[in-house]
């Protein structure tokens, strides 16, 4: 292998430990501590380990965590009610449901209902909005986390031809808001994108964000690229694998993140610092 690794539980730990400082030196000073909402419907297996283990950090960190395990027949007026409960609980400075939900529910109508200043997860239309023209304010987590490991490459993104495959509304597209923000020519990949493999061969960075394993191969990627993969597949064997074929991949890129330990732990990193910048603002704190 050439490819240098991104370690993402490494940088995510760099941050965590930042954001414990802050928490501790305030709380400290008599100041509460931040508190974060979980809200979770149903019990999927495999969202209810990514909810396990934010609850981890969360704790780890000095964040209170607010759980709330709604059963799968929640009815939309009572998870509105629950929503508009914790957006008026002073306690509370972020509110995260978990995505997907059950059929009957409307996702895009409980992000609307979160109050964008809670919005730890930047779904919020007012946030991609703010995100889209240059006012970032709380920004979605995986691109987020994607940014920060970027920076550990000590790359210049002016300028660079970045690829992201997928565009969907919690990772392609504000992948593709936050790569424009930092300077890069942006091309987004999608189900009806004609030749992929045309559009990853010329890229120096890509993130593949398209949820199909093994998706991407190790024969498209350019010499010294760097690969962000932020697909996460179990297999039968329990096993994670991403979107790019990593061995392969790993032999021409300059940069690659593995699967695990990569984007993820990234992602539940920057929840908690989206939840204390959260926790901050409400607290006039600065
Ligand atoms: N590491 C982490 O922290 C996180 C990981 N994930 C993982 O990332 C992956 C993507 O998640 P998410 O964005 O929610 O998934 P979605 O299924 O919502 O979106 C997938 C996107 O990829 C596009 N796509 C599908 N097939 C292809 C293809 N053959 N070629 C090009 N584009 C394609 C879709 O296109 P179209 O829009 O046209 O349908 C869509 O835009 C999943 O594996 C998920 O588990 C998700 C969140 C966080
Ligand atoms: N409202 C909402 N916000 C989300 O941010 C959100 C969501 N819903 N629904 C599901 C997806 C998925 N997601 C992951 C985050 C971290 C890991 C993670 O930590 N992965 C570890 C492996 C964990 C394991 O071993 O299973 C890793 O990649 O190393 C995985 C997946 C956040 N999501
Ligand atoms: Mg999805």
């Given at each position: 292998?050439?490819?240098?690794?991104?370690?993402?539980?490494?940088?995510?730990?760099?941050?965590?430990?930042?954001?414990?400082?802050?928490?501790?030196?305030?709380?400290?000073?008599?100041?509460?501590?931040?508190?974060?909402?979980?809200?979770?419907?149903?019990?999927d297996p495999a969202s209810s380990v990514y909810v396990a283990n934010k609850r981890k950090a969360c704790a780890k960190l000095g964040i209170e965590s607010f759980s709330h395990d709604l059963k799968d027949t929640v009815s939309?007026?009572?998870?509105?009610?629950?929503?508009?409960?914790?957006?008026?609980?002073?306690?509370?400075?972020?509110?995260?449901?978990?995505?997907?939900?059950?059929?009957?529910?409307?996702?895009?109508?409980?992000i609307n209902r979160i109050d964008p200043d809670k919005d730890v997860d930047g779904f919020h239309p007012t946030n991609i909005g703010r995100l889209a023209i240059r006012q970032p304010g709380l920004r979605p987590c995986t691109?987020?986390?994607?940014?920060?490991?970027?920076?550990?490459?000590?790359?210049?993104?002016?300028?660079?031809?970045?690829?992201?495959?997928?565009?969907?509304?919690?990772?392609?597209?504000?992948?593709?808001?936050?790569?424009?923000?930092?300077?890069?020519?942006?091309?987004?990949?999608?189900?009806?994108?004609?030749?992929?493999?045309?559009?990853?061969?010329?890229?120096?960075?890509?993130?593949?964000?398209?949820?199909?394993?093994?998706?991407?191969?190790?024969?498209?990627?350019?010499?010294?690229?760097?690969?962000?993969?932020?697909?996460?597949?179990?297999?039968?064997?329990?096993?994670?694998?991403?979107?790019?074929?990593?061995?392969?991949?790993?032999?021409?890129?300059?940069?690659?993140?593995?699967?695990?330990?990569?984007?993820?732990?990234?992602?539940?990193?920057?929840?908690?610092?989206?939840?204390?910048?959260?926790?901050?603002?409400?607290?006039?704190?600065?």
């Amino acid at each position: 292998m050439t490819a240098r690794l991104l370690d993402g539980r490494a940088v995510g730990a760099t941050v965590r430990a930042g954001l414990a400082e802050t928490i501790a030196a305030y709380t400290e000073n008599g100041h509460r501590p931040p508190g974060l909402a979980v809200v979770q419907v149903g019990g999927d297996p495999a969202s209810s380990v990514y909810v396990a283990n934010k609850r981890k950090a969360c704790a780890k960190l000095g964040i209170e965590s607010f759980s709330h395990d709604l059963k799968d027949t929640v009815s939309q007026a009572e998870l509105d009610a629950l929503v508009d409960e914790l957006n008026e609980d002073p306690r509370i400075d972020g509110i995260l449901v978990q995505l997907p939900l059950p059929e009957h529910l409307s996702a895009d109508s409980i992000i609307n209902r979160i109050d964008p200043d809670k919005d730890v997860d930047g779904f919020h239309p007012t946030n991609i909005g703010r995100l889209a023209i240059r006012q970032p304010g709380l920004r979605p987590c995986t691109p987020f986390g994607v940014m920060r490991l970027l920076e550990e490459t000590g790359r210049d993104l002016h300028g660079m031809e970045a690829v992201v495959v997928g565009a969907s509304n919690i990772v392609g597209r504000p992948m593709a808001l936050e790569l424009l923000l930092a300077g890069a020519t942006v091309t987004v990949c999608h189900r009806f994108t004609e030749d992929l493999a045309a559009h990853v061969r010329r890229a120096d960075l890509v993130v593949a964000a398209a949820g199909k394993p093994g998706l991407v191969r190790g024969e498209w990627i350019k010499g010294g690229a760097i690969v962000i993969d932020v697909g996460i597949h179990r297999r039968d064997d329990g096993t994670l694998h991403g979107d790019v074929d990593f061995d392969a991949a790993a032999e021409r890129a300059g940069f690659i993140t593995p699967v695990p330990g990569g984007v993820g732990p990234m992602t539940i990193a920057m929840l908690m610092h989206n939840t204390v910048t959260s926790w901050r603002r409400r607290l006039g704190l600065d």
